[in-house]
Nanobody, 122 residues
Framework: QVQLVESGGDSVQAGGSLKLPCATS????????IGWFRQAPGKARERVAT????????YYAASVKGRFRASQDDTKNIIYLQMNNLKPEDTAMYYC???????????????WGQGTQVTVSS
């Protein structure tokens, strides 16, 4: 019912920027909130941002606040993650996910995209 496809991952130099789209479809209630997460090999999955589709509210992890920004297109079906001033520690597989309520916990998200790789070199 709900599908999410994130893309836009690439290799970039430190200080550069990337914009990741998450194309979503399906029941609006089940994708009320869109979360962005990342996971590097050997590390736990980390919350990056949460986006409320109906109102546009945004919540960010401290590690990316001021550098990353979530937004959506006019249809509210594509949620973007604009990443600026990228650092090597941002290197990870990035995922978008959907859930029907606000939560910071990855385990509570119901639907997940396939992931897109972001690599930041020094």
């Amino acid at each position: 019912q709900v599908q999410l496809v994130e893309s836009g991952g690439d290799s970039v130099q430190a200080g550069g920027s990337l914009k990741l789209p998450c194309a979503t479809s399906g029941d609006n209630y089940e994708r009320k909130y869109i979360g962005w997460f990342r996971q590097a090999p050997g590390k736990a999955r980390e919350r990056v941002a949460t986006f409320y589709r109906a109102g546009g509210s945004q919540y960010y992890a401290a590690s990316v606040k001021g550098r990353f920004r979530a937004s959506q297109d006019d249809t509210k079906n594509i949620i973007y993650l604009q990443m600026n001033n990228l650092k090597p520690e941002d290197t990870a597989m990035y995922y978008c996910a959907a859930v029907n309520r606000y939560t910071l916990t990855a385990e509570e998200y119901t639907y997940w995209g396939q992931g897109t790789q972001v690599t930041v070199s020094s």
